[in-house]
């Protein structure tokens, strides 16, 4: 028979103590936080744990991309919405200057506001957002549009010929995951949108100013020449009245589809944002029912820990007394 030693039954009623001792921490642990398990380590569902954590990790790092990207489409449709504008105003413009109870002398001087539109919508079109263009395509370094000439006349707003800038990487889309089965366009090369708008501006602008515009369709080239007044006041009357069809044409071909298409992308998003809150909660859940204590569950057995470590510390005290006695 094994004889059980006094330093051997002091270092058993230690171990004791601090079993007691870890569990009462840990359980004191779960009571103020109201968390079991902090780290998966330290559950036997570990690899569960792990997974939905990734899986929050994720969503978050999703759902931040879908703020930016819903606010970067949110400035293009508030841009457009004043491109809209624009042009509603320009066509009353033109609309006054049609009327050919107008002088040549009068028409030039609405010019002056068409190309001021013209010009503000050049702005936009130019539009950074974070520091990059937003209707440049990948080229983050230059304007899309760039300022150019026409032959006549030499110079004044008439002159002036904005022209979309071809460089490789001008034309390219970007798209962006929202999620890991969603991406979302989020642009549109400037010349497909704002082109339409512009020429028929600058047209617009020149035949009020006095200046017919070649060719006679399609993307001016840079050459047009004066009108000889009076004789050519009724071809004057005709393109101002042809640019103002352009201008609905651009608003209804470019302008209002992209702006429908920005809704129908805002839209996506917001399906998209619905569905990984949804995922997030459901995470967040089962996280909860894995790592989460039951406070009252967790409460009562901290008083049955506190009781036994006291019953050990007892136990170790008295035993500890007898020792002392015997030796003495």
């Known amino acids: 028979m094994t004889r059980i030693t006094e330093g051997q039954l002091a270092r058993i009623n230690l171990d004791h103590i601090n079993r007691n001792r870890e569990r009462v921490s840990v359980l004191s642990n779960e009571v103020d936080t109201g968390v079991k398990v902090r780290n998966p380590k330290d559950s036997d569902q570990a690899a569960i744990i792990s997974d939905y954590q990734n899986t929050l990790k994720r969503i978050e790092g999703y759902s931040n991309r879908t703020a930016n990207v819903k606010s970067f489409l949110s400035f293009q449709e508030d841009a457009l919405a004043q491109v809209a504008d624009i042009l509603n105003r320009a066509k009353e413009v033109a609309a006054q200057g049609a009327n050919e109870t107008n002088s040549s002398t009068a028409r030039a001087q609405l010019s002056e506001e068409i190309f001021q539109l013209r010009d503000h919508l050049v702005t936009i079109a130019n539009s950074k957002y974070q520091g990059k263009y937003v209707w440049g395509g990948a080229d983050d370094d230059d304007p899309p549009y760039d300022g150019n000439t026409y032959t006549n006349p030499s110079s004044g707003n008439a002159s002036v010929r904005y022209v979309f800038d071809n460089e490789t990487g001008t034309a390219i889309t970007r798209s962006v995951n929202i999620t ?39 993307a001016p080239t840079g050459g047009g020449t004066a009108y000889n007044f009076p004789s050519q006041f009724s071809q004057q009357t005709d393109d101002i009245q042809n640019a103002m069809d352009l201008l609905e044409t651009a608003r209804a071909t470019n302008i209002e589809p992209e702006r429908v ?16 809150s949804m995922t997030k909660n459901n995470a967040q859940a089962v996280l909860g029912t894995l790592q989460d204590a039951d406070i009252i569950t967790s409460a009562t057995e901290l008083q049955q820990a506190q009781t036994v470590l006291q019953a050990s510390l007892t136990v170790s005290a008295k035993v500890l007394n007898q020792s002392i006695a015997d030796l003495l």
């Open 180 to 218: 890991e089965d969603l991406a979302i366009t989020v642009n549109t090369p400037g010349n497909q949108i704002f082109d339409g708008s512009i020429q028929a501006l600058e047209r617009l602008g020149r035949s009020l100013a006095g200046y017919s515009t070649l060719p006679a369709s399609g």
């Open 261 to 276: 298409s920005l809704s129908g992308r805002q839209t996506r998003i917001d399906t998209a944002e619905a569905l990984l």
